[in-house]
């Protein structure tokens, strides 16, 4: 039963990715006798848009025999897949982009390819030139599964707070580096001015498990707050998620984005970018976006400080990683671990540094490229995003001990589902629609009909 469950599970999510994007694409294939296909599936952020540009330039003509399909779905829909009841195709994709909560669980039900033995068949001149000791290694642990690298990370990130340094100077605030909560909502109600277009903060309020769970679930980590005790018990219906839940919700309610509860990352991305928010809690991924003078109006006056805790530190930052993955399928293996390698070494964040600019370097990845120059010019929100990936705690994710592993998801296969209809119950709260006490009982309730030991062992 405890295999089943945990199979069904991962199956499931991992046909309906492949089958879902493979709707949308070729199957992969020989172009011509002497010429291979990779196709590979992935998110269509800017980082990712950049990759394929790239690939087309010079990954296509250093390596001629090799051509590259991209499939490229938004974040929500690609992850919306996963809801739905699809059979595998196997053998359409050679690549798949996934992230730190994925990867463990795919790698352990066998539909990722183990890439230790490839790095470790690299010849001397490839090891030396890709130079894995170079990622980070809080990023390389959540990408392996019983010691072995499963996925190489494209980019990774973690949480910050971001602010309009002269909206701060208008109204005589100051930021503390290490800011609470409490000070976070002090700040949004003096920033707050809705007869100008300005919000006081913006913040996730669209549903999805990966949308505004993951800085909602920051915040119940920096109460205090925990989705299970050490017995696998709901714990969302406690005070400390409660308080959480009702801050979080009020602070979009009051001084948050005009409808916030339908708001993803791009909605307060664009705010932030036109000087229509006095603060941005999200990804540090964001910085470079923020610092863009052609992407925003407010460049070169951004503030940037590390997440806001309250009762605790631990689980206030998050850790995510977008990687690629080998699918165990493929049949193009070589080839697609040398994109692979190719998209995550040193030389393609030089030239991605050189191509689109020093501040839109894929970021969290390498730790030379936090030593480089000029990155450092053009990033000051560089030296936050390594501190916080390192200092980031996802095996003890909040104040006291879980079972569970994973700062801003819950490390097991159910949370793809129980997550997305957690989500939907905030967004609710967000909203008006629903009470907080309400969205707790009701989510709690949930997590006891699906997650308990014998469905998590493993995990």
Same mark, same amino acid.
């Given at each position: 039963?405890?295999?089943?469950?945990?199979?069904?599970?991962?199956?499931?999510?991992?046909?309906?990715?492949? $089958?879902?994007?493979?709707?949308?694409?070729?199957?992969?294939?020989?172009?011509?006798?002497?010429?291979?296909?990779?196709?590979?599936?992935?998110?269509?952020?800017?980082?990712?848009?950049?990759?394929?540009?790239?690939?087309?330039?010079?990954?296509?003509?250093?390596?001629?025999?090799?051509?590259?399909? @991209?499939?490229?779905?938004?974040?929500?829909?690609?992850?919306?897949?996963?809801?739905?009841?699809?059979?595998?195709?196997?053998?359409?994709?050679?690549?798949?982009?996934?992230?730190?909560?994925?990867?463990?669980?795919?790698?352990?039900?066998?539909?990722?390819?183990?890439?230790?033995?490839?790095?470790?068949?690299?010849?001397?001149?490839?090891?030396?030139?890709?130079?894995?000791?170079?990622?980070?290694?809080?990023?390389?642990?959540?990408?392996?599964?019983?010691?072995?690298?499963?996925?190489?990370?494209?980019?990774?990130?973690?949480?910050?707070?971001?602010?309009?340094?002269?909206? @701060?100077?208008?109204?005589?605030?100051?930021?503390?580096?290490?800011?609470?909560?409490?000070?976070?909502?002090?700040f949004a109600q003096v920033l707050n001015d809705p007869a100008h277009g300005v919000a006081g903060i913006v913040l996730r309020g669209q549903s999805g498990w990966g949308m505004n769970m993951a800085p909602l679930d920051t915040v119940i980590n920096a109460y205090g707050g925990q989705w299970f005790n050490m017995n696998w018990q709901p714990q969302l219906n406690s005070p400390a998620v409660t308080q959480a839940v009702t801050n979080y919700a009020t602070l979009l309610q009051k001084y948050g984005e005009p409808g916030a509860s339908t708001a993803g990352w791009q909605e307060c991305l664009s705010l932030m970018t036109q000087g229509k928010a006095g603060m941005f809690y999200d990804a540090t991924s964001f910085g470079?976006?923020?610092?863009?003078?052609?992407?925003? #109006?407010?460049?070169?006056?951004?503030?940037?400080?590390?997440?806001?805790?309250?009762?605790?530190?631990?689980? $206030?930052?998050?850790?995510?990683?977008?990687?690629?993955?080998?699918?165990?399928?493929?049949?193009?293996?070589?080839?697609?671990? #040398?994109?692979?390698?190719?998209?995550?070494?040193?030389?393609?964040?030089?030239?991605?540094?050189?191509? @689109?600019?020093?501040?839109?370097?894929?970021?969290?990845?390498?730790? $030379?490229?936090?030593?480089?120059?000029?990155?450092?010019?053009?990033?000051?929100?560089?030296?936050?995003?390594?501190? $916080?990936?390192?200092?980031?705690?996802?095996?003890?994710?909040?104040?006291?001990?879980?079972?569970?592993?994973?700062?801003?998801?819950?490390?097991?296969?159910? @949370?793809?589902?129980?997550?997305?209809?957690?989500?939907?119950?905030?967004?609710?709260?967000?909203?008006?629609?629903?009470?907080?006490?309400?969205?707790?009982?009701?989510?709690?309730?949930?997590?006891?009909?699906?997650?308990?030991?014998?469905?998590?062992?493993?995990?």
């Amino acid at each position: 039963m405890k295999i089943a469950v945990r199979t069904i599970a991962v199956l499931t999510g991992i046909a309906l990715l492949f $089958s879902g994007l493979a709707a949308c694409s070729p199957t992969s294939q020989s172009s011509s006798p002497n010429t291979t296909t990779l196709t590979i599936g992935t998110v269509n952020n800017s980082q990712m848009v950049q990759m394929e540009q790239l690939t087309k330039q010079v990954f296509e003509k250093q390596n001629p025999t090799i051509k590259v399909n @991209f499939v490229t779905l938004p974040e929500d829909d690609l992850r919306t897949k996963v809801t739905q009841d699809v059979a595998t195709n196997a053998g359409k994709f050679d690549i798949a982009t996934i992230g730190n909560y994925d990867t463990p669980i795919w790698a352990h039900n066998g539909w990722l390819q183990d890439l230790s033995p490839y790095l470790t068949q690299m010849s001397a001149s490839e090891k030396s030139s890709y130079n894995y000791g170079d990622l980070l290694k809080p990023v390389m642990a959540s990408l392996s599964y019983q010691n072995d690298t499963y996925s190489l990370p494209f980019y990774g990130e973690s949480s910050m707070m971001m602010y309009n340094k002269q909206l @701060f100077a208008q109204h005589n605030l100051t930021m503390p580096q290490h800011p609470t909560w409490d000070q976070i909502t002090h700040f949004a109600q003096v920033l707050n001015d809705p007869a100008h277009g300005v919000a006081g903060i913006v913040l996730r309020g669209q549903s999805g498990w990966g949308m505004n769970m993951a800085p909602l679930d920051t915040v119940i980590n920096a109460y205090g707050g925990q989705w299970f005790n050490m017995n696998w018990q709901p714990q969302l219906n406690s005070p400390a998620v409660t308080q959480a839940v009702t801050n979080y919700a009020t602070l979009l309610q009051k001084y948050g984005e005009p409808g916030a509860s339908t708001a993803g990352w791009q909605e307060c991305l664009s705010l932030m970018t036109q000087g229509k928010a006095g603060m941005f809690y999200d990804a540090t991924s964001f910085g470079g976006s923020l610092e863009t003078p052609s992407q925003s #109006k407010i460049a070169g006056q951004v503030g940037y400080a590390y997440a806001p805790t309250e009762v605790t530190s631990n689980g $206030s930052r998050w850790l995510w990683a977008w990687a690629l993955g080998l699918v165990k399928s493929s049949h193009n293996k070589d080839a697609a671990f #040398k994109f692979i390698t190719w998209a995550t070494s040193p030389q393609y964040l030089t030239l991605a540094g050189k191509t @689109f600019g020093w501040a839109n370097v894929p970021p969290g990845t390498r730790t $030379s490229i936090y030593q480089n120059p000029e990155y450092q010019k053009a990033a000051p929100f560089a030296q936050i995003t390594l501190s $916080s990936i390192n200092t980031a705690t996802p095996d003890h994710p909040t104040l006291n001990p879980v079972p569970y592993h994973g700062i801003q998801y819950v490390g097991i296969p159910q @949370f793809e589902s129980v997550g997305q209809q957690i989500s939907e119950t905030m967004s609710s709260v967000i909203a008006g629609r629903t009470t907080v006490s309400a969205a707790l009982q009701q989510s709690d309730q949930l997590l006891q009909s699906q997650v308990n030991k014998s469905n998590t062992a493993g995990y």
